[in-house]
Protein backbone atom coordinates (compact mmCIF):
# COMPACT_ATOMS: atom_id res chain seq x y z
CA UNK A 1 0.00 0.00 0.00
CA UNK A 2 2.91 2.12 0.97
CA UNK A 3 4.50 1.74 -2.80
CA UNK A 4 1.24 2.23 -4.33
CA UNK A 5 1.21 5.36 -2.63
CA UNK A 6 4.51 6.41 -3.19
CA UNK A 7 4.24 6.14 -6.98
CA UNK A 8 0.64 7.90 -6.97
CA UNK A 9 2.51 10.65 -5.50
CA UNK A 10 5.27 10.52 -7.97
CA UNK A 11 2.72 10.21 -11.18
CA UNK A 12 1.31 13.65 -9.19
CA UNK A 13 4.67 15.55 -8.96
CA UNK A 14 5.51 14.30 -12.98
CA UNK A 15 2.55 15.55 -13.86
CA UNK A 16 2.49 18.92 -12.28
CA UNK A 17 5.69 19.83 -13.38
CA UNK A 18 4.92 19.15 -16.86
CA UNK A 19 1.80 20.81 -17.24
CA UNK A 20 2.46 23.48 -14.50
CA UNK A 21 6.06 23.99 -14.04
CA UNK A 22 6.80 23.91 -17.77
CA UNK A 23 4.55 25.98 -18.69
CA UNK A 24 5.58 28.84 -16.12
CA UNK A 25 8.88 28.76 -17.39
CA UNK A 26 7.63 29.16 -20.82
CA UNK A 27 5.97 32.18 -19.44
CA UNK A 28 9.09 33.71 -17.84
CA UNK A 29 11.10 32.87 -20.86
CA UNK A 30 9.20 35.72 -22.19
CA UNK A 31 10.57 37.95 -19.99
CA UNK A 32 14.06 37.69 -21.37
CA UNK A 33 12.91 38.76 -24.92
CA UNK A 34 13.42 42.20 -26.13
CA UNK A 35 11.20 42.48 -30.02
CA UNK A 36 13.10 45.62 -31.31
CA UNK A 37 16.46 43.81 -30.63
CA UNK A 38 15.36 40.81 -31.73
CA UNK A 39 13.67 42.28 -35.01
CA UNK A 40 17.17 44.48 -35.74
CA UNK A 41 19.63 41.49 -35.06
CA UNK A 42 17.55 38.29 -35.74
CA UNK A 43 16.21 39.81 -39.54
CA UNK A 44 19.53 38.67 -41.08
CA UNK A 45 19.46 35.61 -39.69
CA UNK A 46 15.62 34.77 -40.36
CA UNK A 47 16.20 32.86 -43.79
CA UNK A 48 18.55 30.55 -41.84
CA UNK A 49 16.37 30.13 -38.77
CA UNK A 50 13.41 29.10 -40.68
CA UNK A 51 15.43 26.96 -42.95
CA UNK A 52 16.77 25.19 -39.64
CA UNK A 53 13.08 24.79 -38.35
CA UNK A 54 11.37 23.56 -41.66
CA UNK A 55 14.21 20.86 -42.07
CA UNK A 56 13.92 19.76 -38.31
CA UNK A 57 10.06 19.67 -38.84
CA UNK A 58 10.67 17.33 -41.88
CA UNK A 59 12.92 14.81 -40.38
CA UNK A 60 10.70 14.72 -36.99
CA UNK A 61 8.11 14.05 -39.91
CA UNK A 62 10.14 11.29 -41.37
CA UNK A 63 10.75 9.62 -37.89
CA UNK A 64 7.37 9.32 -37.48
CA UNK A 65 6.48 7.64 -41.10
CA UNK A 66 9.39 5.62 -42.06
CA UNK A 67 10.31 4.00 -37.98
CA UNK A 68 6.94 4.01 -36.83
CA UNK A 69 7.97 6.44 -34.16
CA UNK A 70 5.21 7.74 -31.31
CA UNK A 71 3.16 10.10 -33.17
CA UNK A 72 3.49 12.77 -30.32
CA UNK A 73 6.99 11.91 -29.24
CA UNK A 74 8.67 12.73 -32.60
CA UNK A 75 5.97 15.98 -33.05
CA UNK A 76 7.31 17.00 -29.61
CA UNK A 77 11.47 15.95 -30.81
CA UNK A 78 10.51 17.60 -33.62
CA UNK A 79 9.36 21.10 -32.48
CA UNK A 80 12.23 20.92 -29.60
CA UNK A 81 15.11 20.36 -31.81
CA UNK A 82 13.64 23.21 -34.29
CA UNK A 83 12.41 25.50 -31.68
CA UNK A 84 14.22 26.31 -28.23
CA UNK A 85 14.50 22.76 -27.07
CA UNK A 86 12.27 22.00 -23.65
CA UNK A 87 10.55 24.72 -23.44
CA UNK A 88 9.25 24.44 -27.07
CA UNK A 89 8.35 21.00 -25.98
CA UNK A 90 6.24 22.25 -22.67
CA UNK A 91 4.32 24.62 -24.95
CA UNK A 92 3.76 21.98 -27.55
CA UNK A 93 2.69 18.99 -25.55
CA UNK A 94 -0.76 20.74 -23.59
CA UNK A 95 -1.77 21.80 -27.38
CA UNK A 96 -1.15 17.78 -28.92
CA UNK A 97 -2.52 16.59 -25.63
CA UNK A 98 0.28 14.68 -25.20
CA UNK A 99 1.22 12.85 -22.24
CA UNK A 100 3.48 12.60 -18.98
CA UNK A 101 5.97 9.92 -20.23
CA UNK A 102 5.58 11.42 -23.93
CA UNK A 103 6.99 14.84 -22.37
CA UNK A 104 9.72 12.95 -20.58
CA UNK A 105 10.75 10.77 -23.58
CA UNK A 106 11.24 13.54 -25.60
CA UNK A 107 12.86 16.19 -23.28
CA UNK A 108 15.39 13.18 -22.30
CA UNK A 109 16.29 12.80 -26.41
CA UNK A 110 16.74 16.74 -26.78
CA UNK A 111 18.58 17.47 -23.55
CA UNK A 112 21.06 14.34 -25.18
CA UNK A 113 21.33 16.17 -28.03
CA UNK A 114 22.26 19.77 -26.51
CA UNK A 115 24.82 17.93 -24.14
CA UNK A 116 26.69 16.74 -27.30
CA UNK A 117 26.44 19.86 -28.90
CA UNK A 118 27.43 22.54 -25.95
CA UNK A 119 30.84 19.96 -26.24
CA UNK A 120 31.90 18.92 -29.79
CA UNK A 121 30.43 22.55 -31.56
CA UNK A 122 33.04 24.36 -30.67
CA UNK A 123 35.78 22.12 -31.52
CA UNK A 124 33.33 21.56 -34.61
CA UNK A 125 33.40 25.28 -35.77
CA UNK A 126 36.81 25.78 -35.73
CA UNK A 127 37.41 22.31 -37.78
CA UNK A 128 35.09 24.00 -40.25
CA UNK A 129 36.67 27.13 -40.43
CA UNK A 130 34.31 29.44 -38.90
CA UNK A 131 34.26 33.04 -38.16
CA UNK A 132 33.53 34.50 -35.11
CA UNK A 133 29.91 36.26 -36.11
CA UNK A 134 29.30 32.47 -38.08
CA UNK A 135 29.45 30.27 -35.56
CA UNK A 136 27.89 32.84 -33.62
CA UNK A 137 24.63 32.13 -35.81
CA UNK A 138 25.75 28.36 -36.03
CA UNK A 139 25.04 27.57 -32.55
CA UNK A 140 22.05 29.81 -32.70
CA UNK A 141 20.50 28.01 -34.84
CA UNK A 142 21.75 24.77 -34.58
CA UNK A 143 21.78 24.21 -30.59
CA UNK A 144 18.30 24.08 -28.66
CA UNK A 145 17.70 25.05 -25.22
CA UNK A 146 19.42 28.51 -24.50
CA UNK A 147 21.74 27.30 -21.81
CA UNK A 148 23.59 25.28 -24.22
CA UNK A 149 23.55 27.94 -26.71
CA UNK A 150 24.90 30.23 -24.33
CA UNK A 151 27.46 27.22 -23.20
CA UNK A 152 28.33 26.82 -26.79
CA UNK A 153 29.19 30.59 -27.69
CA UNK A 154 30.62 31.10 -24.51
CA UNK A 155 33.56 28.11 -24.53
CA UNK A 156 34.11 29.13 -28.80
CA UNK A 157 34.56 32.79 -27.06
CA UNK A 158 37.13 31.23 -25.03
CA UNK A 159 39.08 29.92 -27.95
CA UNK A 160 39.11 32.74 -30.02
CA UNK A 161 39.78 35.70 -27.63
CA UNK A 162 38.12 39.13 -28.43
CA UNK A 163 35.59 36.78 -30.13
CA UNK A 164 31.53 38.06 -29.66
CA UNK A 165 30.12 35.12 -30.13
CA UNK A 166 27.89 34.45 -27.14
CA UNK A 167 25.81 37.89 -28.25
CA UNK A 168 24.83 37.02 -31.36
CA UNK A 169 23.99 33.17 -30.56
CA UNK A 170 21.94 34.59 -27.72
CA UNK A 171 19.87 36.98 -30.01
CA UNK A 172 19.39 34.09 -32.50
CA UNK A 173 18.32 31.80 -30.17
CA UNK A 174 15.75 34.29 -29.00
CA UNK A 175 14.29 34.87 -31.91
CA UNK A 176 14.06 31.32 -33.18
CA UNK A 177 11.78 31.40 -29.74
CA UNK A 178 9.37 33.31 -31.11
CA UNK A 179 8.51 30.45 -33.25
CA UNK A 180 6.37 28.84 -30.11
CA UNK A 181 3.78 31.07 -31.03
CA UNK A 182 2.84 30.29 -34.59
CA UNK A 183 3.72 26.72 -34.79
CA UNK A 184 1.34 26.30 -31.22
CA UNK A 185 -1.17 27.70 -33.08
CA UNK A 186 -1.09 25.92 -36.06
CA UNK A 187 -0.97 22.35 -33.53
CA UNK A 188 -3.74 23.94 -31.64
CA UNK A 189 -6.14 24.37 -34.81
CA UNK A 190 -5.20 20.87 -36.01
CA UNK A 191 -6.32 19.15 -32.90
CA UNK A 192 -8.99 21.24 -32.29
CA UNK A 193 -10.18 20.59 -35.83
CA UNK A 194 -9.66 16.70 -35.41
CA UNK A 195 -11.42 16.33 -32.13
CA UNK A 196 -14.18 18.38 -33.72
CA UNK A 197 -14.01 15.90 -36.81
CA UNK A 198 -13.83 12.84 -34.49
CA UNK A 199 -16.85 13.81 -32.73
CA UNK A 200 -15.29 15.59 -29.68
CA UNK A 201 -16.56 18.81 -30.02
CA UNK A 202 -16.64 21.97 -32.41
CA UNK A 203 -13.37 24.18 -33.51
CA UNK A 204 -12.89 26.99 -30.87
CA UNK A 205 -9.94 28.90 -31.25
CA UNK A 206 -9.49 30.26 -27.25
CA UNK A 207 -9.01 26.30 -27.23
CA UNK A 208 -6.82 25.74 -29.85
CA UNK A 209 -4.72 28.18 -28.48
CA UNK A 210 -3.04 28.08 -25.12
CA UNK A 211 -3.36 30.82 -23.11
CA UNK A 212 0.14 30.67 -21.10
CA UNK A 213 1.48 31.24 -24.81
CA UNK A 214 0.02 34.72 -24.79
CA UNK A 215 1.23 35.30 -21.14
CA UNK A 216 4.58 34.43 -22.96
CA UNK A 217 3.94 36.82 -25.81
CA UNK A 218 2.95 39.77 -23.46
CA UNK A 219 5.97 39.27 -21.16
CA UNK A 220 8.27 39.39 -24.27
CA UNK A 221 6.43 42.86 -25.01
CA UNK A 222 6.79 43.73 -21.93
CA UNK A 223 10.58 43.21 -21.47
CA UNK A 224 10.57 45.59 -24.73
CA UNK A 225 8.74 48.76 -23.05
CA UNK A 226 10.44 47.98 -20.20
CA UNK A 227 14.05 48.64 -21.77
CA UNK A 228 13.07 50.64 -24.42
CA UNK A 229 11.18 53.22 -22.33
CA UNK A 230 11.09 56.77 -23.62
CA UNK A 231 11.89 55.57 -27.23
CA UNK A 232 15.49 54.59 -26.36
CA UNK A 233 17.23 52.03 -24.95
CA UNK A 234 18.03 52.10 -21.73
CA UNK A 235 21.79 50.74 -20.90
CA UNK A 236 22.79 48.99 -17.20
CA UNK A 237 26.43 47.93 -16.17
CA UNK A 238 25.86 45.86 -13.19
CA UNK A 239 28.45 44.44 -10.75
CA UNK A 240 27.43 41.13 -9.58
CA UNK A 241 28.56 40.03 -5.81
CA UNK A 242 26.96 36.95 -4.63
CA UNK A 243 27.43 37.78 -1.36
CA UNK A 244 27.55 41.32 0.33
CA UNK A 245 25.52 42.48 3.08
CA UNK A 246 24.46 38.84 3.99
CA UNK A 247 28.27 38.43 5.15
CA UNK A 248 26.59 40.25 8.61
CA UNK A 249 23.52 37.80 8.83
CA UNK A 250 26.29 34.96 8.46
CA UNK A 251 28.18 36.72 11.35
CA UNK A 252 24.91 37.47 13.35
CA UNK A 253 22.78 33.84 12.44
CA UNK A 254 26.01 31.46 12.12
CA UNK A 255 28.93 32.58 14.33
CA UNK A 256 26.31 33.53 16.59
CA UNK A 257 28.55 36.91 17.22
CA UNK A 258 25.99 39.06 17.26
CA UNK A 259 22.13 39.61 18.03
CA UNK A 260 20.97 42.15 15.37
CA UNK A 261 22.59 43.11 12.28
CA UNK A 262 22.70 46.94 12.98
CA UNK A 263 25.09 45.58 16.26
CA UNK A 264 27.48 45.29 13.50
CA UNK A 265 28.64 48.91 13.54
CA UNK A 266 28.91 49.40 17.00
CA UNK A 267 31.41 46.30 17.30
CA UNK A 268 33.22 47.12 14.81
CA UNK A 269 33.99 50.56 15.85
CA UNK A 270 35.12 49.32 19.24
CA UNK A 271 38.39 48.05 17.71
CA UNK A 272 40.72 50.82 16.16
CA UNK A 273 41.27 48.23 13.03
CA UNK A 274 41.14 44.56 11.98
CA UNK A 275 44.42 43.68 13.74
CA UNK A 276 45.21 42.49 10.29
CA UNK A 277 42.43 40.18 10.14
CA UNK A 278 40.79 39.38 6.39
CA UNK A 279 37.48 37.87 5.91
CA UNK A 280 36.74 36.93 2.37
CA UNK A 281 33.33 35.92 2.32
CA UNK A 282 33.05 33.03 -0.77
CA UNK A 283 30.21 31.39 0.65
CA UNK A 284 29.12 30.61 -2.57
CA UNK A 285 32.24 31.28 -5.31
CA UNK A 286 33.50 34.66 -6.21
CA UNK A 287 31.56 36.88 -8.25
CA UNK A 288 32.47 39.90 -10.30
CA UNK A 289 35.09 40.78 -11.40
CA UNK A 290 36.90 37.13 -10.62
CA UNK A 291 34.10 34.80 -11.33
CA UNK A 292 35.65 32.00 -9.42
CA UNK A 293 32.75 29.28 -8.64
CA UNK A 294 35.42 27.33 -6.73
CA UNK A 295 36.28 30.04 -4.67
CA UNK A 296 35.20 29.45 -0.51
CA UNK A 297 35.01 32.23 2.23
CA UNK A 298 37.75 32.30 4.31
CA UNK A 299 39.77 34.29 7.47
CA UNK A 300 43.10 34.88 7.53
CA UNK A 301 45.23 36.55 10.15
CA UNK A 302 44.00 35.02 12.97
CA UNK A 303 46.06 35.70 16.11
CA UNK A 304 45.95 34.78 19.72
CA UNK A 305 44.70 38.32 20.20
CA UNK A 306 41.93 37.97 17.31
CA UNK A 307 38.51 39.07 19.03
CA UNK A 308 35.14 38.81 17.61
CA UNK A 309 35.30 42.60 17.20
CA UNK A 310 37.82 42.26 14.55
CA UNK A 311 36.10 39.35 12.95
CA UNK A 312 32.90 41.60 12.90
CA UNK A 313 34.58 44.19 11.37
CA UNK A 314 36.55 42.26 9.01
CA UNK A 315 33.06 41.42 7.66
CA UNK A 316 31.78 45.03 7.47
CA UNK A 317 35.00 45.66 4.95
CA UNK A 318 34.87 42.87 3.04
CA UNK A 319 31.40 44.31 1.66
CA UNK A 320 33.45 47.52 1.08
CA UNK A 321 36.57 45.70 -0.79
CA UNK A 322 34.53 44.10 -3.18
CA UNK A 323 32.64 46.91 -4.07
CA UNK A 324 36.05 48.82 -4.27
CA UNK A 325 37.09 45.72 -6.67
CA UNK A 326 33.73 46.23 -8.73
CA UNK A 327 34.35 50.26 -9.36
CA UNK A 328 37.88 49.60 -10.56
CA UNK A 329 36.71 46.96 -12.74
CA UNK A 330 34.08 49.10 -14.25
CA UNK A 331 35.89 52.29 -14.69
CA UNK A 332 38.31 49.77 -16.51
CA UNK A 333 36.04 48.13 -18.93
CA UNK A 334 34.08 51.46 -19.23
CA UNK A 335 36.87 54.03 -19.27
CA UNK A 336 34.56 56.31 -17.68
CA UNK A 337 35.95 57.74 -13.94
CA UNK A 338 33.69 57.37 -11.07
CA UNK A 339 33.20 60.47 -9.12
CA UNK A 340 30.81 59.47 -6.30
CA UNK A 341 29.40 56.37 -5.21
CA UNK A 342 25.57 56.00 -4.24
CA UNK A 343 24.72 54.04 -1.36
CA UNK A 344 21.10 52.37 -0.77
CA UNK A 345 19.54 49.58 0.76
CA UNK A 346 19.45 48.17 4.48
CA UNK A 347 23.52 48.31 5.05
CA UNK A 348 23.22 51.91 3.87
CA UNK A 349 22.26 52.63 7.67
CA UNK A 350 25.64 51.47 8.58
CA UNK A 351 27.88 55.16 9.10
CA UNK A 352 30.90 53.28 9.81
CA UNK A 353 30.79 50.59 6.52
CA UNK A 354 30.26 53.96 4.20
CA UNK A 355 32.71 56.01 5.80
CA UNK A 356 35.08 52.98 5.23
CA UNK A 357 33.78 53.17 1.56
CA UNK A 358 34.43 56.12 1.00
CA UNK A 359 38.39 56.02 2.86
CA UNK A 360 39.02 52.79 0.42
CA UNK A 361 37.11 53.65 -2.51
CA UNK A 362 38.84 56.99 -2.02
CA UNK A 363 35.31 58.61 -3.75
CA UNK A 364 32.50 60.46 -1.86
CA UNK A 365 30.24 58.28 -0.78
CA UNK A 366 26.20 59.74 -0.40
CA UNK A 367 23.20 57.86 1.43
CA UNK A 368 19.96 59.14 0.37
CA UNK A 369 16.86 60.58 2.03
CA UNK A 370 14.82 57.38 0.67
CA UNK A 371 17.21 54.32 1.29
CA UNK A 372 14.60 52.00 -0.75
CA UNK A 373 15.84 52.96 -4.25
CA UNK A 374 14.46 49.53 -5.75
CA UNK A 375 10.72 50.68 -4.50
CA UNK A 376 11.10 53.90 -5.50
CA UNK A 377 12.46 53.03 -8.92
CA UNK A 378 9.30 51.10 -9.63
CA UNK A 379 7.23 53.89 -8.38
CA UNK A 380 8.91 56.09 -10.45
CA UNK A 381 8.32 53.45 -13.48
CA UNK A 382 4.51 53.80 -12.73
CA UNK A 383 4.59 57.55 -12.44
CA UNK A 384 6.08 57.88 -15.72
CA UNK A 385 3.63 55.80 -17.62
CA UNK A 386 0.43 57.74 -16.20
CA UNK A 387 2.20 60.87 -16.33
CA UNK A 388 2.92 62.13 -12.62
CA UNK A 389 6.17 63.23 -13.71
CA UNK A 390 6.84 64.30 -17.95
CA UNK A 391 10.43 62.82 -17.62
CA UNK A 392 13.38 60.82 -16.53
CA UNK A 393 14.96 64.29 -16.21
CA UNK A 394 12.17 65.65 -13.21
CA UNK A 395 12.67 62.22 -11.92
CA UNK A 396 16.71 62.69 -11.08
CA UNK A 397 15.96 66.26 -9.50
CA UNK A 398 13.73 64.46 -6.74
CA UNK A 399 17.06 62.54 -5.58
CA UNK A 400 17.36 64.33 -1.99
CA UNK A 401 21.24 63.49 -0.09
CA UNK A 402 20.85 62.50 3.61
CA UNK A 403 24.31 62.16 4.48
CA UNK A 404 27.95 62.53 2.50
CA UNK A 405 30.65 60.65 3.67
CA UNK A 406 34.10 62.24 2.61
CA UNK A 407 36.97 59.90 2.08
CA UNK A 408 39.92 60.46 5.22
CA UNK A 409 42.34 57.64 4.46
CA UNK A 410 46.24 58.45 3.45
CA UNK A 411 47.04 56.86 0.45
CA UNK A 412 49.73 54.43 1.86
CA UNK A 413 47.32 53.11 4.03
CA UNK A 414 44.57 52.44 1.39
CA UNK A 415 47.14 50.98 -0.89
CA UNK A 416 48.47 48.44 2.14
CA UNK A 417 44.78 47.52 2.75
CA UNK A 418 43.76 46.59 -0.76
CA UNK A 419 46.95 44.69 -1.04
CA UNK A 420 46.74 42.57 1.84
CA UNK A 421 42.71 42.05 0.79
CA UNK A 422 43.78 40.75 -2.64
CA UNK A 423 46.54 38.56 -1.03
CA UNK A 424 43.16 36.85 0.65
CA UNK A 425 41.35 36.86 -2.03
CA UNK A 426 43.93 34.85 -3.74
CA UNK A 427 43.76 32.44 -0.44
CA UNK A 428 40.19 32.06 -1.35
CA UNK A 429 40.49 31.23 -4.64
CA UNK A 430 40.36 27.70 -6.46
CA UNK A 431 39.52 26.16 -2.92
CA UNK A 432 37.25 23.72 -4.16
CA UNK A 433 38.14 22.21 -7.53
Not at 140 to 166: F, I, Q
Not at 329 to 346: C, F, H, V
Request: glycine letters at 10%.
Amino acid sequence: MELKKLIYTVQDGIAFTAKKVLQYAVILLGFGLNLAQIAAVGAESLPIILTTIATALIVGYILYRVLSVDSAIATLIAVGSSICGGSAIAATAPVIRAKDEQVAQAISVIFLFNVVAALIFPTLGGMLGMSNEGFGLFAGTAVNDTSSVTAAAAAWDGMHPGSNALDDATIVKLTRTLAIIPITLVLGIVMARKEGADGLGNFSLKRAFPMFILFFLVASIITTIAVGLGGKVQYALEGSVFVGGAVIQWVRDEMRFLTESRDAEYYAQKVPDTGGVYLVPAFTGLGAPYWDMYARGCIVGLTRGTRREHIIRAAQESIAYQVCDLATAMEKDTGIPLDQLRADGGASRDGFLLQFQADILDRQVRRPVVRETTALGAAYLAGLAVGVWKDQEEIEGLWKCDVTFDPDMAPQRRETLLSDWHRAVDRSRGWAR
